[in-house]
């Protein structure tokens, strides 16, 4: 893997964006962390509601068919090295939960009627938590995730734009209160993660498509994995993203303790 990581981001410095990770290791500011609090808050008051609409067996009425949710991988080579480095970063539970959130947020992604370039979504989608199966005091894991797709994309000498986009949506997935209005590759790893870690929208997803998803990357107690590794990286990064999310909502305690299914 390439040791230095830094390029100049298509869009500005703002919060949780690549260059802002790059400027900062991932160091949350106290103006910042009261900014991303509403957003925090929102997130937990969803996860709640949406919880209780799974339980409720209450589901979004579809235009689409399961067979039209699920998505293909791209037959490209920066696609077929990111599966080869996800398995090679990441532990099983990791890779199977990549795999989720790729299939979860394309759903999610057609449902709002937002275009994902498909390359992109995916290898960010399998090496977005890459960065998070060791921990380095004052980085940010989505740093190293990031890194991982330079290296695969240096490799096979993806397109540099592309790249970034790449970059940019894994440095930012892990930020409160992103919004699908934006139709960013960093919310819809975001919600694809989420929905598959602590349920949220995931009541608007076809139960078939939940099962069927579990069947294809079942999910070998990632509950446990992830919340062992996020407060691993909250004691790591004190003034990071994942700790302020930790303190604020219990992440870790609500993927352990309240998984959408064990």
């Known amino acids: 893997m390439v040791s230095s990581y830094p390029m100049t981001s298509i869009v500005k410095a703002e919060l949780g964006s690549w260059e802002w990770l790059c400027e900062t290791g991932g160091s949350l500011t106290a103006r910042q962390r009261f900014e991303l609090l509403p957003g925090l808050l929102r997130t937990f008051g969803q996860f709640v509601g949406d919880r209780l609409w799974l339980a409720l067996g ?4 579809l235009s689409f068919s399961v067979d039209d949710l699920w998505p293909v991988a791209p ?4 696609c077929h090295r990111a599966d080869e480095e996800a398995r090679e970063l990441q532990s099983a539970p990791l890779v199977n939960h990549a795999y989720r ?6 759903a999610l992604a057609m ?5 994902l370039d498909r390359e992109v979504f995916h290898v960010g989608s399998l090496l977005h938590d890459a ?8 980085q940010c894991f989505t740093y190293r995730s990031a890194g991982a797709v330079q290296a695969v994309a240096r490799e096979v000498a993806f397109d540099e734009e592309r ?9 930012n997935h892990i ?4 919004k699908k209005e934006d139709q960013s590759v960093g919310y819809y790893l975001q919600a694809g993660a989420m929905a598959d870690l602590m349920g949220l929208r995931a009541w608007e997803l076809p139960s078939e498509l939940l099962s069927r998803t579990e069947e294809h990357f079942p999910r070998l107690n990632v509950h446990r994995e992830v919340s062992r590794r996020w407060l691993a990286e909250s004691k790591a990064v004190p003034s990071g993203r994942a700790h302020y999310a930790q303190t604020w909502s219990g992440f870790a305690h609500i993927v352990r303790f309240l998984p959408l299914a064990k």
């Open 101 to 106: 959130t790729w299939v979860f947020g394309n």
């Open 58 to 61: 209450r589901k979004r009425p």
């Open 131 to 138: 960065g998070i199966e060791t921990c380095k005091e004052a």
């Open 111 to 115: 449902l709002d009627e937002a275009r």
């Open 163 to 171: 790249t970034l986009q790449i970059m940019d949506g894994i440095a």
């Open 175 to 178: 930020t409160p209160g992103l």
């Open 75 to 78: 037959d490209s080579l920066i």
